[in-house]
């Protein structure tokens, strides 16, 4: 079963917009990733949050971590059409593995 | 230098027959992972490398997959015997170290007809 699960599924705003995804996960991790997936194309790495962070900032993204409810949120300001993809988390479990979400399809209209 | 690359990026094959994938990494990540991705799923991990040594191939479905990694860069994701439920994109990855942020590479479509 997928260790981090994103919520919503798909979430359409228009272009301007805020957009603010969700990520849970099941065990205690040492980091959490973001990463974006355009249609087709590999898989970009957007931010990463260490267990002892909070929040984290980089240009128009947010992350936040709250390991007391094993989530994390990424929130994307002024979206734009061209952040028109997939997104998803990934966690580090104890051992080796990494464990990505389901991800959230996220469609900004121009 | 150049990012991860892949090839082949696409492969079609016979149920039955066997296939090999290659990954070439960033130069200087010792850490390399295999992901297997199916269409509208997340990545989901096979195998781990630290260095030439697999770290973890937990996530290998069967023994009909095998991976390598004998100089510590380049690695070769192996299927036997290989099925239509092979069918998927493969992605691989390297970072810096373990725990870094990943670069993935453009995938490899694996089609068994």
């Known amino acids: 079963s997928q260790q981090g699960e994103e919520d919503p599924q798909a979430l359409s705003i228009q272009e301007g917009e805020n957009a603010t995804m969700n990520c849970s996960y099941k065990?205690?991790?040492?980091?959490l990733q973001w990463y974006r997936q355009n249609s087709g194309r590999g898989l970009v790495h957007l931010i990463l949050?260490?267990?002892?962070?909070r929040e984290k900032h980089s240009g128009r993204l947010r992350v936040t971590l709250d390991t007391s409810k094993k989530s994390s949120s990424l929130l994307i300001t002024a979206s734009r059409a061209a952040d028109t993809a997939s997104y998803f988390c990934a966690t580090d479990m104890s051992g080796n593995q990494f464990y990505f979400g389901t991800g959230t399809s996220l469609t900004v209209i121009p | 230098g150049a990012g991860v690359s892949q090839t082949p990026s696409n492969k079609v094959t016979e149920k039955g027959k066997y296939v090999e994938l290659r990954c070439d990494p960033i130069?200087?990540?010792?850490?390399l992972y295999w992901y297997r991705q199916s269409l509208g799923q997340g990545p989901e991990f096979l195998i781990y490398?630290?260095?030439?040594?697999?770290?973890?191939d937990s996530g290998l479905p069967n023994d009909r997959f095998f991976a390598v990694r004998p100089e510590g860069s380049v690695s070769t994701l192996k299927i036997q015997r290989t099925e239509r439920g092979d069918s998927a994109m493969y992605l691989c990855?390297?970072?810096?170290?373990?725990?870094?942020?990943?670069?993935f590479g453009p995938g490899t479509r694996l089609t068994v007809l």
């Open positions: 490398f630290q260095g030439t040594g697999a770290a973890d």
């Open positions: 130069s200087g990540h010792t850490a």
């Open positions: 949050i260490r267990s002892n962070e």
């Open positions: 065990t205690s991790i040492n980091n």
């Open positions: 990855a390297s970072s810096l170290i373990w725990g870094n942020e990943q670069f």
